[in-house]
């Protein structure tokens, strides 16, 4: 190395051949969102001992740890008219079968009750200074807002960048023993032989190499899926589309060298915003989830309309908040798929290629000015502002510039 080259120095004790040996009755896998819940539930067993494992650092970890804009299929909430069955069949549906129907039904049936625990903990989901008081999105006795469709209401925006601190304070006040900075790498099977019980886990100190066994009575995994190795770009090696740096499959992978199964490994579907192709429709805009529902606008200005189902222009801004004539609700945000059945799709911008040959012109971008006031405030403010995919690199990095 030239002595005029700064020497980089690794800023933490190197701990390779120590061991770190940890007993526990629960082991959970993965500290995101999922994993905090299902650590917070385990630990109300009295005299339980649990232990959560996380590669990053749990209070901001995962998809959802730096924020996220919505609470999507909270149907049990008393504004909400449709019943978890229905919203269920809808998700399995729209999807010719190849979803979980079982995850859906807890999440339409449970997760409006998991969102007034997140409120007891600290989380933030009401409009409580009535900033959005009036809007036409506003439950104003609850104060609850909502997304996507008005009429149905089963959709609520949060202040979602409130949520992971608080999951990490409630497994703190429930003693739930917490290994940050820790990859596991593999599963411990009874007697070591594939598709034995698990009985525990080994891994490493992402920072100082110490080697890391764990004993457990039961082990439930809570990895997120491998959402950023689908890129295969050399000059854009290391490119995690918009979700961590740590999703990379761990959970997928170490399943699998003990012989576990695994489902819908068939299903393909399009996927033109992953990798690099990420950030840039949530940078300019776009016409789902955070930015719905926002007018748009090609390179030279000219409004791009919105249609319903069958096509037809709508007319008003309030049209592309509810269902169409006969329709009784229909699917967006984490309901919405490639399959496109008519009983589901919502109000949208007919697709790029259609536009591009009725001769609007690339690139598209979100017109906030001319929205209706509250419905900016929503989009720019919160919805943008709280999503973990846009709250720093879109919202801070536009408004630092």
């Known amino acids: 190395m030239k002595k005029s080259q700064t020497e980089f120095t690794w800023p933490y004790p190197i701990k390779w051949g120590e061991e770190q040996r ?3 009755d629960i082991l959970i896998l993965g500290g995101g969102i999922a994993g905090c819940w299902a650590a917070i539930a385990a630990a109300k067993n009295k005299g339980v001992s649990v232990t959560l494992v996380e590669k ?3 209070i901001r970890s995962g998809a959802g740890g730096s924020g996220c804009d919505h609470w999507e299929h909270a149907v049990t909430n008393p504004s909400c008219p449709l019943t978890p069955e229905e919203i269920t069949h809808a998700q399995i549906d729209s999807n010719d079968g190849y979803n979980n129907g079982i995850s859906h039904y807890i999440e339409a049936r449970e997760g409006y009750d998991r969102l007034l625990d997140l409120e007891k903990m600290g989380g933030k ?5 009535d900033e959005f008081k009036g809007a036409d999105f506003r439950d104003e006795e609850s104060k609850f807002l909502f997304a996507y469709d008005y009429v149905n209401r089963y959709t609520i925006r949060t202040w979602g960048t409130t949520f992971k601190p608080a999951l990490h304070q409630e497994c703190q ?3 739930v023993g917490i290994l940050d900075r820790t990859m596991i790498t593999g599963l411990l099977t009874e007697s070591g032989k594939p598709r034995g ?3 525990g886990a080994v891994g490493f100190h992402v920072h100082t190499g110490r080697f890391v066994i764990i004993r457990a009575k039961a082990t439930v995994l809570c990895t997120s899926r491998p959402s950023r190795l689908w890129l295969f770009t050399p000059d854009l ?13 761990d959970g997928h992978a170490i399943s699998w060298r003990i012989g576990a ?3 819908m490994l068939e299903k393909s579907v399009r996927a033109e915003w992953s990798g690099a192709r990420s950030f840039p429709p949530y940078g300019t805009g776009n016409t789902h989830n955070t930015w719905y529902p926002c007018n748009m606008v090609d390179a030279n200005g000219r409004e791009i309309p919105w249609v319903d189902r069958d096509g037809n222009i709508l007319e008003t801004f309030a049209d592309r908040c509810r269902p ?4 009784k609700f229909f699917l967006k945000g984490g309901g919405e798929t490639w399959f496109q059945k008519y009983e589901y799709v919502g109000p949208d911008i007919v697709s790029t290629e259609e536009l591009v040959k009725e001769g609007y012109k690339l690139p598209f971008y979100a017109d906030l000015s001319s929205l209706p006031e509250m419905e900016r405030k929503a989009i720019w403010g919160l919805m943008i502002g709280q999503e973990s995919k846009t709250k720093i690199p879109v919202k801070k990095m536009y408004e630092d510039a």
């Open 22 to 24: 940890v007993d526990t």
């Open 56 to 58: 990053a650092r749990t």
């Open 125 to 129: 989901i009401r409009d409580t200074e």
């Open 173 to 175: 006040r429930l003693n």
């Open 197 to 199: 019980r698990v009985v």
């Open 237 to 249: 090696a290391g490119i995690s589309e918009f979700r961590p740096m740590q999703a990379c499959g």
């Open 261 to 263: 199964e695994f489902t």
């Open 324 to 327: 169409a004539p006969g329709q």
